[in-house]
């Protein structure tokens, strides 16, 4: 029985207002309109981004379906719709590519105009409605994406295929976590062999950074975070120093300098703190360094910095989805992991039924897990 062109009626984790649980509802999925898709989910990942949108940190329209790190099969498609059909597995993209905006035909670009995740954030389609409702309630989009549902509705340019082979619940992380770790080592700063690199917050997207850097060939790698739990796995992913800040009375940049003479060439936040967005700059070699900011930053919030940490030469830089190029880029990921060139199996900790949803959030609020995964 195809269901193409019908509402489908599924189960979605809808977010009814800030600081609330997740309650899982029943949703009709409008089918998707010209140059649309309509996705089946098979896997989703729980990121620090969608906890960000819950705790008000970003701020997003209410209702809400978040969830923007998955895999899925294609549904269904709108008319118009030339480089995907129904059956093809895909990975969403938070960053589309539409291939004709000036950050998708500059080659150093990545951020596509046709994203509603930075600066707008209307929680809608192109068109400017919803295809979610819920209880005669029209719930709003994530990110163009909005993966914690059973059937989503995304954008022709906001989702790519990818090998029909590849494990949903693994190569999930393709689709935001992973890659943006990984290409903020290698494809933003561009770490070269024999560097020194400093990682600040060792999630799964810090974690990620640890690989980009071991992957590039950087001879140290200085592994930070308040939390000594996650050493052990830095360890494994190639952290060849770990430091606790709590550990120290001196300042996390000072005890940088201290141990590499004049600082880091490469250092990422990937918190998403002012406060250690500075630190990683100043912990940065005073003349060539490169701090890339990876920690999306907290609403509303403005850095006070002494100039002089950039007048001497650094160089200060933001990434989104580790600067690839999505359409282009997420298909050769897919391929790199299935011929083993990375893992992705430390990176997740728990993988949950989609029904346990909650229970992932509490789990990265306690500092319990790198990624859960859920299945549906």
Same mark, same amino acid.
């Given at each position: $029985?195809?269901? =193409?062109? &019908? ?6 984790? #809808? ?43 970003? #701020? ?46 500059? @080659?150093?670009?990545? $951020?596509?105009?046709?994203?509603? *995740?930075?600066?707008?954030?209307? +929680? ?10 819920? &209880? +005669? ?51 933003? =700063? ?15 997207? +810090? ?11 950087? *001879? ?7 939390? @000594? ?53 100043? *912990? ?5 360094? %490169?701090?890339?900011? %990876? ?76 990624? @859960?995964?859920?299945?549906?």
């Amino acid at each position: $029985m195809s269901t =193409a062109g &019908k509402v489908i009626k599924c189960k979605a984790a #809808v977010l009814w207002e800030a600081n609330k649980p997740f309650s899982i509802e029943d949703v009709e999925v409008a089918p998707p309109k010209a140059h649309e898709v309509r996705i089946k989910i098979l896997a989703t990942g729980i990121c620090r981004s969608d906890d960000h949108v819950v705790t008000g940190g970003l #701020v997003m329209p209410f209702p809400i379906i978040l969830g923007h790190e998955a895999a899925g099969v294609v549904e269904s498609v709108g008319e118009g719709v030339t480089s995907l059909k129904p059956g093809d597995k895909v990975i969403p993209l938070f960053i589309p590519q539409c291939g004709e905006c000036s950050a998708c035909l500059n @080659s150093k670009g990545n $951020m596509c105009i046709k994203n509603d *995740s930075i600066g707008s954030a209307a +929680g809608l389609m192109a068109d400017g409605t919803t295809r979610f409702t819920c &209880k +005669g309630k029209p719930i709003h989009h994530f990110i163009g994406t909005s993966t914690f549902t059973e059937y989503t509705v995304v954008h022709e340019t906001a989702a790519v295929k990818i090998d029909s082979a590849a494990p949903p619940e693994k190569i999930c992380l393709i689709g935001c976590g992973f890659s943006t770790g990984y290409g903020a080592a290698l494809q933003t =700063a561009k770490v070269e062999a024999g560097s020194t690199c400093a990682v600040f917050g060792l999630g799964g997207v +810090g974690l990620s950074v640890i690989m980009g850097c071991k992957a590039a060939g950087a *001879s140290r790698i200085i592994a930070i975070d308040i939390n @000594s739990d996650k050493f052990a796995k830095a360890k494994e992913l190639g952290a060849t120093d770990c430091i606790n800040p709590k550990d120290h009375k001196e300042p996390i940049h000072k005890v940088l300098l201290g141990m590499t003479g004049y600082g880091v060439d490469y250092s990422f936040e990937v918190i998403g703190r002012i406060e250690t967005m500075v630190a990683a700059l100043a *912990s940065c070699h005073y003349n060539y360094g %490169v701090s890339v900011i %990876v920690g999306v930053p907290p609403a509303a919030q403005n850095i006070t910095f002494d100039p002089m940490l950039l007048f001497s030469g650094r160089t200060w830089k933001g990434s989104v989805f580790g600067g690839w190029k999505s359409k282009d880029s997420v298909p050769k990921l897919v391929a790199d992991y299935m011929k083993k060139k990375f893992v992705l199996d430390p990176l997740i900790t728990h993988t949950l039924p989609f029904s346990k949803i909650n229970e992932g959030f509490d789990l990265l609020r306690a500092g319990k897990s790198i990624r @859960s995964v859920l299945t549906f």
